[in-house]
């Protein structure tokens, strides 16, 4: 069965500071696609950054970046300089195959809190 | 903004009426997806349209919601009946089908609460 597992329910961090958000899925296809997405207070899903299964390198967006590590089957979020703005609670989302369409599988979230 | 826009953004029923959302996509998306969020959980995927015809339904979907998207372009989800356990987020989203940035952009949800 395709899962995904994301253990930290909360996370604190100080302003200014990285923090890895941890994401391990499961899945025996050989394309899927990775994404992680953030949730403020007002619901909407807003999209961070996305990883294919046969993507060499980590991606990065801005001050996200994927840690992807397929041997262990993990794809954890680092955020660097964390902000204010980044408390929210994320999703790690899996698709298969990682061309298809966005029938995501979603985790059940870490909430994120960014102390001054 | 040219975001997905749902409408509306808050409703409470009681139970056993019938309520409907409305989803209108970003304009040059041809897919469109309805999902489900109950409170700590992720989004469940709950159906997936391509222009106007619905390809996928999730077995979620019992037989007291449906999904219509007549021109392919604007969506809404009816439930019929509404029961507690339909309280819930309902999220839609819509992405490319090809090209780069293939992502699906979500708009805000409507918050349903069946009382």
């Known amino acids: 069965a395709q899962k995904i597992t994301q253990t930290q329910p909360g996370m604190f961090v100080q302003e200014k500071e990285a923090v890895t958000l941890d994401c391990t899925y499961d899945t025996s296809d050989q394309s899927y696609g990775l994404f992680w997405y953030k949730q403020p207070s007002s619901g909407e899903m807003i999209f961070l950054i996305y990883?294919?299964?046969?993507?060499?390198q980590n991606a990065t967006e801005g001050r996200y970046s994927l840690n992807f590590q397929k041997a262990r089957k993990s794809a954890n979020l680092v955020i660097s300089a964390s902000q204010l703005g980044d408390s929210a609670m994320y999703f790690c989302a899996m698709r298969r195959p990682s061309g298809g369409y966005n029938k995501l599988i979603f985790g059940a979230g870490t909430r994120l809190a960014v102390h001054p | 903004d040219t975001g997905v826009s749902q409408d509306p953004r808050h409703k409470i029923t009681k139970r056993g009426q019938n309520v409907t959302f409305r989803c209108d996509p970003i304009?040059?998306?041809?897919?469109l997806y309805w999902y489900r969020q109950t409170l700590g959980q992720g989004p469940e995927f709950l159906t997936y349209f391509q222009n106007e015809a619905q390809l996928e339904k999730s077995r979620l979907l019992s037989d007291r919601f449906s999904a219509e998207r007549p021109k392919g372009s604007f969506s809404t989800l009816e439930i019929q009946r509404t029961e507690q356990g339909d309280s819930a987020m309902y999220l839609c989203?819509?992405?490319?089908?090809?090209?780069?940035?293939?992502?699906?952009?979500f708009g805000q949800g409507t918050r349903l609460t069946v009382v």
């Open positions: 304009s040059e998306h041809n897919r």
């Open positions: 989203a819509s992405s490319l089908s090809s090209g780069t940035g293939t992502e699906a952009f």
């Open positions: 990883q294919g299964s046969y993507d060499e």
